[in-house]
Every structure is written in structure tokens, then in C-alpha cells.
């Protein structure tokens, strides 16, 4: 698919593309992209994920929330086998629901207060096909159990430990408002869009503590994950060459324990803002051709 393509297709199909592309194309410190894999894992799969899920989208208000999140996951499972991409969906479901017309953050609210028991049940399916690491069990709503409560009141229950649940219990706050604020700062996005992605991974990790990390390797690495980016910007990345330093001794920091320390939330987080940041004009892609897709 090449740039005419895209005008052409629907704008939340062409939005979550590029979302879910320029993500895994920027070089974050401690993800997959073009130049670094996890054994399990690597470019091409969310390369392959994005062109799968990006066109379902179109039709979450019609399918509802959680059985778009159900289908898109079903698809990566049958097409790709890996579980690349549940944390995005998770988030960019609720988004690609408000009408085109609302702006994201005004129509947000209602969408989340619409949510059943039926889209609790088709995300503990979707989740439980995923099967993300760190997991664990709880005492109420379990997600190897059916659940018996609408989906936000399910998030509720773990917004404590888990930043994208959060996300359904604040009408998506942290990316709506800062995240959004964030990208935009980012001028001539469209010339530097990888730097400012890896500015905005950065931000976000500094002010949320990843919370795959969290459940991976305990809070107090988390919260240490988000002082060592805090550290990055504070350099003036990416203004001189020691930030480069800096930002590499991150990324070793965080790559040091296999995948444990991945902050895969904070990237899922990017997607959701960068979706939202095309949806509401505050930012625009950079032309197809001039991605680095071949990893």
C-alpha cells in the first residue's frame, strides 16, 4: 500500500496504521523496532500486526468496544501467533468509538459510560487469548473467570496495577490531556517524527511508571525506569551528543533482563497518542515511503 492508497481507505484505518507503524519504526529505548528484537519478537511482527488490526477499526461502532477488541485480537492470534499488540487495542477501541465528528476528548466520557458486562466478557476472552505476561490472579473479577460487572467498573478494580485500566477509569486522561499536550510541542512532527516519539515515550514513562514493567519486576523498578527517563530529558536529549550517551545507557538498562524491563505499556500509550494526536489534526503523518519498514 502506497501513500495514494491511503488516502482512500477510511481515516481511522489510515490513523491506526500509521499509529501502530511509526510506534515500533521509532527507536525507543527498550522496545522492539527496525534495529533491536526480543527472541520472541521482532519488527516485522508489528510490522504484520498493524496491517491486520488497523482496518477493524472502521467498524467499532457498529461491532461495540469489546467485540471489536475480541476480533482484533482473534485476527493477530490466527494471522500473526504472537501477542504483539493487546495493549493498543485495548486502548484504541474506546478512541475509534466516538463519532467522527465528536472531538475525541468531548466524546470519550459517553463511550466508556456505555460499556456492559457483554464487553467485560469479550475482553476477558480477548485477554485470556493473548495470555500477556505478569498477569497473576485476584480476589474479584479474575479474568479467568466470567465477569459479572461492565467493563469500567472491571478497570476500576485494577487501575492500581495496570495503566491502560486506569485509562477506562479517568476518560483517558493521561493521553488525552498529557499526552496530547505533549505531541503538541512537537513541531515540524512530520520532518523529526522519531524523535519526537522517543520525546513522548520518554515523557510518558517519566510520568507514569510502566506498569508491565510494574508487574514484571515489582513497583519500585518501575518507578526507577521512570527516573532514569526523566534523566534522558533532563539531559536536553536530543540536543547534544552526550544525550545520546545517555539515552543508550537507558536502553542497555532496560534491555538488561532479557524483556522483563520492556516498557510495553508506555509504548501502547504512544500508539493511543498518536492516534489521537492524527484523529484531532495535532500532528500528521510523514509520507509512507519514507518509513523505515524493512526491519
Not at 501467533?81 to 477501541?93: D, Q, R, S, V
Not at 466508556?112 to 485470556?128: F, G, H, P, Q, W
Not at 504512544?270 to 519514507?290: D, N, Q
Amino acid at each position: 500500500m502506497d501513500q495514494s492508497d491511503l488516502q482512500t481507505i477510511h481515516p481511522i484505518t489510515r490513523w491506526v496504521r500509521f499509529a501502530c507503524l511509526l510506534e515500533v519504526c521509532a527507536r525507543k529505548p527498550g522496545n522492539v523496532h527496525r534495529d533491536k528484537a526480543f527472541a520472541d519478537l521482532d519488527h516485522n511482527d508489528f510490522i504484520k500486526s498493524a496491517d491486520v488490526i488497523s482496518p477493524l477499526f472502521e467498524k467499532t461502532i457498529e461491532r461495540g468496544v469489546g467485540p471489536t477488541i475480541l476480533k482484533a485480537v482473534q485476527q493477530t492470534h490466527q494471522k500473526v501467533g504472537k501477542n504483539t499488540n493487546l495493549g493498543m487495542i485495548l486502548l484504541l477501541a474506546p478512541l475509534t468509538a466516538v463519532p467522527l465528528h465528536v472531538p475525541v476528548f468531548e466524546g470519550i466520557g459517553k463511550v466508556l459510560k456505555n460499556l456492559t458486562v457483554e464487553d467485560s466478557r469479550c475482553v476477558y476472552e480477548a485477554i485470556r487469548l493473548a495470555s500477556p505476561g505478569g498477569l497473576g490472579d485476584v480476589d474479584e473479577q479474575d479474568v479467568q473467570d466470567e465477569p459479572t460487572l461492565p467493563l469500567v467498573e472491571v478497570m476500576e478494580l485494577a487501575k492500581d496495577r495496570d495503566n491502560i485500566a486506569l485509562q477506562y477509569t479517568n476518560e483517558f486522561d493521561d493521553i488525552l490531556h498529557y499526552g496530547l499536550e505533549q505531541l503538541a510541542l512537537e513541531l515540524g512532527f512530520v520532518d523529526r517524527w522519531e524523535n519526537s516519539i522517543i520525546r513522548l515515550h520518554l515523557k510518558l514513562m517519566a510520568h507514569l511508571p510502566d506498569s508491565l514493567i510494574a508487574r514484571k519486576c515489582g513497583r519500585s523498578l518501575a518507578e526507577e525506569a521512570s527516573l532514569r527517563a526523566r534523566t534522558v530529558l533532563e539531559s536536553d536529549w536530543p540536543d547534544y551528543e552526550i544525550c545520546w550517551g545517555i539515552l543508550s545507557e537507558f536502553d542497555d538498562w532496560l534491555r538488561a533482563d532479557g524483556h522483563r524491563r520492556n516498557p510495553g505499556t508506555t509504548a501502547d500509550f504512544v500508539v493511543a497518542c498518536l492516534y489521537a494526536g492524527f484523529r484531532e489534526g495535532i500532528i500528521t503523518p510523514p509520507p509512507l515511503e519514507s518509513l523505515p519498514l524493512e526491519g
